[in-house]
């Protein structure tokens, strides 16, 4: 590929080399037209479903009125925003969403490479799809099954756990309505949902390991912790480091679903993130400013983080995700 | 070569543009149905010459069952009132969702049914703006329509100006449904007080009302919900107003006054004595409904007294021997009785500018409510097919025991009816079970020691925008003061919080709207 430097004030020069320049354009286009056209569908795509409807984000800028439309409300700049940030409630609620995320990332994150390790290691077909098959299948339950599968066994009226504890002489507790239990309550559930779901990209890295290593570690008597340790993570450490990008892209977005289901009055002081927030104060009420303007905060948000983490990814010389 | 990949792109970019052009068409299309008839044929309203053309007339509503009912009952009722009907259901569980991204799409129908009074008063402010057809000064042309209460009309007015028609309901049907072989069995009889009540609900848990020697029943089953679950129908014994109430010659808010104190000391002591399940306020109306049909729990408050049927039926197939009757008269620590009354309808509907077009269309959309108000049409959408969903019993309507069948074909149908029996004429529910009996006679009582909601026709800008955020700041500290996780001062502190908030606002538009 040859660089083409323009003059300025050269004229004659110029209209030859553009036309080199875009002759030479049209026929690399040419030659991989195919592989433009299997693009085409995938930039539509994000043109027609993520770009286009980014203009809805204007009425954030106004006190939108569905029957005036876009172009007939009233504008009112940063006013959303600022009753955003001053609300009392606000910084709790940032806060609540924060934690439940740092609990995302720290604990969460790492049970699927562990599972995948751990399933990688099971000797004997048949049990392992079996295996694998049963860590699934959480994945196809809703949020609401899940929940209320952890109501009936934690409640305090007659539920598994809660007659075991007084069984065995200890105080029952009342995991459903107390501050201290959501979050715990809201992390064993997405484990139990997801962890198994998640081992699959892993699982699939981790089969694309080159065997040869494993022989060569053996014979100069690597252990299978030591083989684990030495080949198996450093190989897939570019996925998972790429997956902890992205989910560092849904920083904020932790399942509205899931955290509404188990949210009551009891809980709510921990328990309230941007999402149900959003919900309460602005569909509910349909105010949809409002709650565009918390959306697009939050965006900005998610966008900053995984600027930031691709950036220090970069640093420490991994390859980030762009 | 050159050629077919230059068609294939084609291709692609044809199939897109079907796809993009096929979204913009919809809306094209709907217009199009949304104004069926030419203009000549709409402008006089006579009936007489040859069979009028059926106007077509698109429907959106809120289901309450699972899945969209069959076309039975519609295509009996298009026959009736020759029209062509399309019903929209959808979920009532996300009904306000629906409602409010249809508003903002611009593709409500010509019809639209809200989902309570709470969404109504959401919907305020479009109607002030115009969005909706005003309706009043045509409601004089219909006979059928003119019948409807205009005590209930009144309720729904917005700025003296009326838009709606309402779908109505008995005043105070809430109550309670108890264990009345229990009662028997341990001597008790139904409670005349707050004191009583608390007494029935610490013996049905200690006295082994069920006889199985063990302590595993409780008195009250309660669910997460502040107004539909027991607190607003107790704390109304108690004395406590109906949202508002009048102190000083001023309009305060509920949870101000006395009686709503005594409401939560009452129901912090049942939970703390173990009297009630201890995780309502995380109890959802099928598990609570559940643990009163398995026989675990006595009493059921604050529902309709009129789901003494359903009780019944899901409760004798765990406990056979079960009796089960309704009780609404207990009287507050004063000796005097009262009930909350809602403001006699549930639900209303409107018409929305975008889709009907002009005064005439909407007068014949209005034709069709007419004749939903005639007695013939009334009973089908309200109680199905005369012989298959329910036969005459006595100049009454008995449902047939097919109740699977009745809940998928009709009840989608049922909720949408204007009007109530005395104003469309359809059958009166023939009841077998003395316990609904008994509760048809107390529906009546309650309206004569009603309390009314003195705001219900008021309105306050603030409430609208920010009511339902700010009534959640009382609602976390009424749970919080139940559970003893805050005390009296703790509670004070959570209602000058929403009087800060915005609350202060409220008070002061709501009275001055009264003046």
């Known amino acids: 590929m040859q660089e083409v430097t323009v003059q300025p004030g050269a004229a004659p020069p110029l209209r030859l080399e553009k036309k080199t320049r875009s002759s030479e354009l049209k026929k690399r286009l040419w030659r991989n037209k195919w592989l433009y056209v299997m693009l085409l569908p995938g930039v539509l795509y994000f043109i027609i479903f993520k770009y286009l409807p980014m203009y809805g984000l204007i009425i954030s800028f106004q006190n939108y009125k569905p029957y005036q439309g876009i172009f007939g409300s009233e504008w009112v700049g940063f006013e959303h925003f600022k009753r955003l940030f001053t609300e009392p409630e606000f910084f709790n609620i940032l806060w609540n969403t924060i ?41 196809f339950m809703s949020w609401v099954i899940i929940v209320s ?18 069984y065995f002489g200890f105080e029952k507790i009342n995991f459903l309505l107390s501050n201290g239990w959501l979050r715990p309550m809201y992390i064993i ?89 959003v919900y309460t104060a602005g569909l509910r009420q349909g105010q949809f400013s409002y709650s565009t303007a918390i959306g697009f905060f939050k965006s900005i948000i998610g966008l900053i983080m995984v600027m930031l983490v691709n950036r220090i990814s970069k640093k420490m010389g991994e390859e980030g995700v762009y | 070569m050159k050629k077919k990949s230059f068609s294939m792109l084609l291709t692609v970019l044809l199939a897109f543009s079907l796809v993009l052009s096929a979204c913009g068409g919809g809306e094209k299309s709907k217009e199009a149905t949304a104004d069926p008839t030419p203009a000549p044929s709409n402008s006089n309203e006579e009936v007489s010459t040859a069979p009028e053309e059926p106007t077509e007339i698109t429907i959106m509503l809120p ?59 959401q919907m305020k402010e479009a109607i002030k703006d115009g969005q909706f057809w005003e309706i009043g000064p045509l409601l004089s042309e219909f006979p059928n329509l003119n019948k409807l209460k205009p005590e209930i009309l009144n309720n729904t007015k917005v700025d003296g100006k009326l838009y709606s028609l309402y779908i109505g309901r008995p005043l105070a049907r809430q109550g309670m449904i108890y264990r009345k072989d229990w009662a028997d069995k341990l001597g008790l009889s139904a409670p005349a007080n707050v004191d009583e009540l608390f007494e029935m609900a610490k013996a049905f848990t200690e006295q082994d009302p069920d006889g199985n020697g063990q302590k595993d029943t409780i008195g009250i089953v309660d669910r997460n919900e502040l107004v539909y679950g027991a607190f607003k129908t107790v704390s109304a014994w108690f004395g406590t107003p109906n949202y508002w109430g009048t102190k000083d010659g001023k309009l305060e808010p509920e949870f101000t006054f006395e009686g709503y104190y005594d409401t939560m000391d009452f129901f912090k002591k049942v939970r703390e ?87 005439a269309e909407l007068r014949k959309i209005l034709a069709f409510f007419d004749k939903m108000m005639t007695p013939e049409v009334a009973n089908v959408m309200y109680w199905g097919i005369e012989g298959v969903h329910y036969t005459v019993v006595d100049g009454k309507a008995k ?39 008994h509760a048809e006679e107390l529906l009546l009582e309650n309206v004569k020691v009603g309390v009314a909601d003195p705001t219900a026709a008021l309105d306050s800008v603030t409430y609208m925008e920010k009511g339902v955020e700010l009534q959640q700041i009382i609602t976390d500290a009424t749970y919080q003061y139940m559970y003893g996780q805050i005390d009296k001062a703790g509670f004070e502190k959570a209602v000058s919080d929403w009087k800060s908030r915005g609350g202060d606002k409220i008070i002061e538009e709501f009275n001055a709207a009264a003046k």
């Open chain 1, 189 to 277: 559930q997405v484990i139990w949902r997801e962890a198994g779901w998640g081992t699959i990209i892993y699982l699939a890295a981790i089969a694309a390991v080159d065997p040869g290593l494993y022989e060569a570690a053996r014979m100069d008597g690597a252990g299978r912790m030591r083989q684990v340790w030495h080949i198996t993570l450093p190989t897939i450490r570019g996925v998972i480091i790429t997956l902890f990008i992205l989910k560092i892209g849904h920083v904020l977005d932790l399942g509205f679903e899931h955290v509404y289901l188990l949210l009551n009055s009891m809980n709510r002081q921990v328990g309230e993130i941007i999402d149900t927030y």
């Open chain 1, 149 to 166: 599968i952890s109501y009936v066994m934690v409640t305090m009226d007659g539920g598994i756990i809660n007659e075991l504890l007084s």
């Open chain 1, 99 to 139: 934690v439940l995320f740092a609990l995302n990332i720290f604990i969460y994150f790492p049970i699927p490479i562990i599972l995948a390790l751990m399933l990688n290691e099971l000797r004997g077909n048949f049990f392992k799809r079996i295996f694998q098959t049963l860590v699934y299948l959480p994945h």
């Open chain 2, 399 to 437: 449902p047939s025991s097919e109740k699977e069948l009745i809940e998928r074909e009709v009840k989608g149908y049922k909720d949408s009816v204007i009007g109530e029996a005395e104003t469309n004429g359809m059958y009166e529910s023939y009841n077998e079970l003395p316990g609904r009996i």
């Open chain 2, 63 to 121: 289901l309450n069952t699972s899945e969209t009912p069959p076309d039975t009952i519609k295509k009996e009722v298009e026959k009736l009132t020759n029209t062509k009907l399309t019903y929209q259901f959808f979920p009532a569980d996300t009904y306000e969702e629906k409602l409010n991204t249809s508003f903002a799409t611009g593709s409500l129908p010509q019809v639209t049914y809200l989902k309570n009074s709470t969404t109504f008063v």
């Open chain 2, 273 to 359: 004595s173990g009297y009630m399940n201890q995780d309502f306020a995380a109890t959802s109306k099928t598990d609570a409904v559940k643990m009163f049909t398995s026989g675990k729990a006595g009493m059921y408050i604050g529902g309709s007294m009129q789901d003494i049927d359903s009780l019944h039926k899901d409760l004798i197939k765990n406990v056979p021997e079960a009796v089960l009757d309704t009780h609404s008269m207990v009287a507050g620590p004063d000796g005097n009785f009262a009930q909350w009354m809602i403001p006699g309808y549930n639900n209303i509907v409107l018409f929305p500018k975008s889709a009907v077009k002009d005064e």
